[in-house]
Each structure stands twice: as structure tokens, then as C-alpha cells.
């Protein structure tokens, strides 16, 4: 399967903002209460904050092409970081999904090895993410990527307290 990235620009806001709601419903919802997925959707998840995200300087998206069909994207996020990671010089993978029909097609994949050669290009010396604990194909992905657990935090979807796992990898010279 032919997988292309490109870098999405204001322009795309819409695009981004429609496929990340679209690919967090998806990977969410069979997992969680309605009233608690609505309520994000609602409140914490909405297209206006998401179209708002895209061409903040602090990010970066890049999405994601099988043919000409949006695949998934990653949203890149440099300067908050968790005091776990001290002084390390840190990207944070804040999202990164890929719509439900592409899943195992190697378009997460790419967009990994895209987003550590960005930080590897920045200077950084980890790459981190947050990972819902009972998301154990996204835990295996990273895993089999090089991260571990470094931290855990707290997300709240909906009413519902969650628990995230904090995972890192170094970026190689």
C-alpha cells in the first residue's frame, strides 16, 4: 500500500479537526460510556479547539494519504513536558491515529518514523506520549517502537477519571 505524508497547514484546519474527532470516536467509544464520549466530544473534543490547534507554533500535523484518501495524522507538540523527563530536550507525540479501514497498512507506522526523524532534526534526545492504559493495541505499537513507561497522568474523558501512561524513546544521533 503507497502511504505519503504531508505537512498539513491552516488551510487543512477543518480536515484535521473532522478526522480527529472522526478517529477518536472510533478508537474510543466501544470502550467508554455514550454520555461520557458525548461529553468530550462536546465540551473538551470540539471541531472549533481542534481547527484552533492547527498552525499554533507549537505544533506540528502532518497527515497522512493512502491513494488519495486521508489515512490518519499526528500532531506534533514542542514545550510543555512532564517533570518526569528533568532537562531532557523532549517532542511530545501528543496524537497519533489512523482511520479505523487503514489500521495495520503501515500508515501509523510511517507517520512514527516521520515524527521521530522531525525530532531527531530538532535536536531532541526523546520523543514522549501519553497512552490510555486499556489501549493495549496502541501500548503494543509504541513498544514494539522502543518506548516504555516513564510516568503515569490523568485524563478525563467525559465524567469518567482515567489513568494515561507516560512512554518514551530516545532518538537515535
Known amino acids: 500500500m503507497n502511504v505519503s505524508l504531508r505537512y498539513a497547514t491552516r488551510k487543512d484546519?477543518?480536515?484535521?479537526?473532522?478526522?480527529?474527532?472522526?478517529?477518536?470516536?472510533?478508537?474510543?467509544?466501544?470502550?467508554?460510556?455514550?454520555?461520557?464520549?458525548?461529553?468530550?466530544?462536546d465540551e473538551q473534543f470540539t471541531r472549533g479547539r481542534l481547527i484552533m490547534e492547527v498552525g499554533a507554533k507549537e505544533n506540528t500535523f502532518l497527515l497522512a494519504y493512502v491513494g488519495g484518501?486521508?489515512?490518519?495524522?499526528?500532531?506534533l507538540r514542542d514545550g510543555k513536558k512532564p517533570p518526569a523527563l528533568g532537562t531532557l530536550s523532549a517532542l511530545e507525540i501528543a496524537r497519533l491515529y489512523c482511520a479505523t479501514q487503514f489500521i495495520g497498512k503501515g500508515v501509523g507506522k510511517l507517520l512514527m518514523q516521520?515524527?521521530?526523524?522531525?525530532?531527531?532534526?530538532?535536536?531532541?534526545?526523546?520523543?514522549?506520549l501519553g497512552v490510555w492504559e486499556k489501549n493495549q493495541r496502541a501500548i503494543d505499537f509504541y513498544e514494539a517502537w522502543g518506548f516504555t513507561t516513564f510516568a503515569e497522568t490523568e485524563f478525563l474523558l467525559g465524567n469518567d477519571l482515567q489513568r494515561d501512561w507516560?512512554?518514551?524513546?530516545?532518538?537515535?544521533?
Do not use: C, H
Not at 460510556?33 to 468530550?40: L, V
Not at 507516560?166 to 544521533?173: G, H, N, P, S, Y
Open 13 to 41: 484546519a477543518v480536515l484535521v479537526a473532522d478526522l480527529s474527532r472522526q478517529t477518536f470516536y472510533e478508537t474510543f467509544a466501544a470502550q467508554n460510556s455514550p454520555e461520557d464520549m458525548q461529553k468530550f466530544m
Open 69 to 75: 484518501e486521508v489515512a490518519g495524522y499526528v500532531k
Open 114 to 128: 516521520r515524527s521521530i526523524d522531525i525530532a531527531r532534526e530538532m535536536g531532541k534526545k526523546v520523543v514522549w
Open 166 to 173: 507516560l512512554m518514551k524513546r530516545e532518538v537515535e544521533e
